[in-house]
């Protein structure tokens, strides 16, 4: 199992970014797909979360109405839409997946909002 994470950058408040994650080495389409982040010093929390079928999505309340989770199983990738970026959204951004009971974490792409 391979996540690889990209599109994390400096963006100012109120701005947009797009993550995406690759995946490779399982049946993508098969399984759930999650973003957490880390924010320096604090533990890491899920952002967003979707069925493996695309189909019902939950999000962090700190996020609601800003961020969207989707997936292409043609590409294997999952993305992280996110508008109207604070500067408490600066964190390092991981896809997860759980396959067999383990969790399996790309390396992360750094996201920092700030002026």
């Known amino acids: 199992v391979q996540l690889v994470e990209s599109g994390g950058g400096l963006v100012q408040p109120g701005g947009s970014l797009r993550l995406s994650c690759a995946a490779s080495g399982f049946t993508f389409s098969n399984y759930v797909m999650k973003w957490y982040r880390q924010a320096p010093g604090k533990e890491r929390e899920l952002v967003a979360g979707?069925?493996?079928?695309?189909?019902?999505?939950n999000y962090a309340d700190s996020v609601k109405g800003r961020f969207t989770i989707s997936r292409d199983n043609a590409k294997n990738t999952v993305y992280l839409q996110m508008n109207s970026l604070k500067p408490e959204d600066t964190a390092v951004y991981y896809c997860n997946t759980k396959r067999w009971g383990m969790n399996y974490w790309g390396k992360g792409t750094l996201v920092t909002v700030s002026s």
């Open positions: 979707g069925t493996s079928a695309g189909g019902s999505t």
